[in-house]
């Protein structure tokens, strides 16, 4: 009997990073793209004859924090080609871009894999480029498909990427997302970019071939148009899928671009990939050199990692992973956490009422933490009140809400509410128990028959309670009362 076939996927990531600066990579234009089309514009950018680059300090600068966020080495000596090939988007015929001598050497990145084990994902090296034009299409729904006409905006010429290599060292459509996002907010963290998926900033590309247990291997397929983490994930099973099925059958796997379209779930093919080199070097622009001294100004700016703070909030307060890592998805949101634990909250504690209370009412008011009116430690001060068992959980959230509604401060919220800090308890909770079991008789016989075996008629009177008290007795303190008085 025939062995059974096995195929591992051979994945290698291609990242575009629009990097933060004012001024494009080789002119002074704004990097602003949603100016009125073609205003943002000069004879640099346009490549008019005659005009000549000059590089952006700015640009190399955001390019050796992108590549210390990606644990790269940064190169001494870096060198710009120009990579000639013909599009209406490139209105000089070719694209400044580093090629063989980039500006970082190898890095990586820790990943998960499908086991839950820990692997990295080498980052083969990081270059700067110049980003190219944007075309708009005439049809109803923006696609090139079904166009009659196309336009095309240059604001964008010219504006500074970064382009992430991977080597192929991605094995799974999940690992290429938790790759991807990963590197994503390592890239926020260190301030080059806002990298915000919605504007543009960040695309994707992924090489995909197939290894075939009796040895075969398939060509390298390049996957484009993937604007999303969720169409990088789709796109990446539906190419595993349709590679493993050819060489299930025999056939040939073809070296090509293919083009995902996410609406129809399915990639298409595009161009056969072009196997001649296309560089020079760019004869404008002199060799980029960046000495040791400037590469440690760079890493002194450098933050505590999202991926190592949350290891860290793991390991020294024991924090659930899935909330440490909700929490350093944001630079500003962590800073905020780690300010309500240095006002003395709980960390695990703090951690839950961030998750929960402070991200419900930044979602609801679509308010992003810098615009939060609660400063930490005032929601320290709430949930160090809770914890001592001042006012319980539910007037927390209560309280909370109020201070948010009205931008005030914790005792005014406590007053204004007519909360009792302590809680009922004592004569005054025995008092408001034996009224309710006087005004609940068959409840009480009931209890009294041993009928009630499953205890609901108690939890019944327990509920009874906790309303007459407005939640402001101990749920612990009212039980044990309860089973008392009813004895």
Not at 459 to 468: A, H, I, N, P, Y
Request: glycine fraction near 6%.
């Amino acid at each position: 009997m025939a062995e059974k076939l096995t195929f591992t996927p051979v994945i290698g990531i291609e990242i575009h990073i629009r990097l933060k600066t004012d001024s494009k990579i080789f002119c002074s234009c704004s990097t602003n793209t949603d100016a009125p089309a073609n205003t943002n514009v000069c004879p640099v950018c346009l490549g008019l004859p005659g005009s000549l680059p000059r590089l952006n300090n700015q640009v190399v600068e955001q390019g050796i924090l992108t590549g210390l966020a990606l644990n790269c080495g940064i190169s001494p000596k870096s060198l710009f080609f120009r990579k000639s090939y013909f599009y209406p988007d490139l209105p000089k015929g070719h694209q400044v871009t580093q090629c063989d001598f980039p500006i970082t050497t190898e890095g990586y990145i820790e990943v998960h894999d499908d086991n839950g084990n820990l692997k990295k994902i080498r980052v083969n090296h990081l270059h700067l480029e110049e980003d190219v034009g944007s075309l708009h299409h005439s049809a109803s729904d923006g696609r090139l498909e079904g166009a009659d006409t196309s336009y095309v905006d240059y604001n964008r010429c010219g504006t500074p990427l970064a382009e992430i290599v991977s080597e192929p060292d991605v094995a799974s459509a999940r690992e290429a997302v938790e790759y991807v996002t990963t590197l994503r907010r390592r890239v926020i963290y260190s301030g080059a970019s806002d990298v915000e998926l919605e504007k543009g900033m960040m695309r994707f590309d992924a090489n995909v071939s197939m290894k075939c247990s009796d040895g075969r291997w398939g060509r390298k397929v390049e996957v484009k148009n993937m604007n999303s983490f969720k169409a990088l994930e789709r796109a990446i099973e539906f190419e595993i899928k349709r590679q493993k099925k050819l060489m299930l059958n025999g056939e040939e796997v073809l070296q090509e671009t293919r083009h995902w379209n996410d609406a129809k779930g399915v990639t298409s093919p595009s161009r056969v990939k072009e196997f001649y080199r296309k560089f020079i070097v760019e004869p404008d622009l002199p060799p980029l050199y960046i000495t040791q001294e400037w590469v440690d100004r760079m890493k002194a700016k450098m933050p505590e990692m999202p991926d190592v703070k949350a290891n860290r909030y793991v390991s020294e307060w024991e924090i659930p992973r899935e909330v440490a890592d909700v929490i350093t998805d944001d630079k500003n949101l962590a800073a905020y956490f780690e300010a309500c634990v240095a006002a003395g909250a709980n960390p695990v504690r703090a951690s839950h009422w961030i998750r929960t209370e402070v991200l419900r009412v930044m979602n609801e008011n679509q308010l992003k933490i810098k615009d939060f009116n609660m400063k930490p430690e005032v929601l320290a001060a709430l949930v160090s009140r809770v914890d001592d068992g001042k006012i319980s959980t539910t007037q927390g959230k209560e309280v909370f809400d109020y201070m948010f509604a009205n931008a005030c401060g914790i005792d005014e919220a406590i007053a204004k509410l007519g909360i009792t800090e302590g809680g009922v308890a004592g004569n005054a909770l025995n008092d408001i128990i034996a009224a309710v079991i006087k005004a609940n008789p068959d409840v009480l016989e009931e209890i009294k028959s041993g009928k009630d075996k499953k205890g609901k008629k108690l939890k019944f009177l327990q509920g009874l309670v906790m309303k007459e008290t407005k939640g402001q007795a101990k749920p612990q303190e009212v039980a044990e009362a309860i089973a008392e008085a009813v004895k």
